[in-house]
């Protein structure tokens, strides 16, 4: 769980829900560790950043203010947060993911429209296949929720 919180994270460091500065990109280009970065490239998807950190996005940490901060915030965050874990969790653990025809992920087209609102500029394309799990059959019936009241 720690990992899906992380990925929503830099998600949001990435494609805030309102555009409110500009994205960091490189304006010329360099050479980091050996590898070329051409201009105009967006930094790159790294989760693992918020791993162990006490980063958050809850407007406390000028690091990561995808909802505003102060009394500018956003006052459903708390309430979107829980929402976007509890589906993308549910959507990770009920299906398998998969490109169309066993592609890699490292043919993904991954060029964005800018704006107010990122979208992607092609469509992703996946294909799920729902899991099945094995129900365990249990050998003892469940407790009662609550004791019938007793007569004094």
């Not at 720690?2 to 990435?14: F, G, Q, S």
């Not at 958050?56 to 915030?73: A, V």
């Amino acid at each position: 769980m720690e990992y899906l919180k992380a990925v929503i994270n830099e998600t949001l460091r990435l494609h805030p829900p309102v555009a409110m500065l500009l994205p960091r990109i490189f304006t010329q280009e360099a050479k980091i560790n050996g590898y070329s970065i051409p201009a105009r490239t967006q930094v790159i998807f790294i989760p693992e950043r918020f791993l162990n950190s006490p980063i958050d996005c809850k407007g406390q940490n000028f690091n990561l203010i995808p909802f505003g901060s102060g009394r500018r915030g956003c006052p459903g965050i708390v309430f979107a947060i829980a929402n976007i874990e509890l589906a993308l969790a549910n959507l990770i653990k009920k299906f398998d993911w998969a490109l169309p025809g066993r592609a890699e992920g490292e043919i993904l087209d991954m060029m964005e429209n800018p704006g107010v609102t990122t979208h992607r500029k092609n469509p992703l394309l996946v294909s799920n296949s729902p899991v099945y799990l094995a129900m365990i059959q249990r050998s003892k019936k469940p407790k009662a929720l609550h004791q019938p009241l007793r007569k004094m």
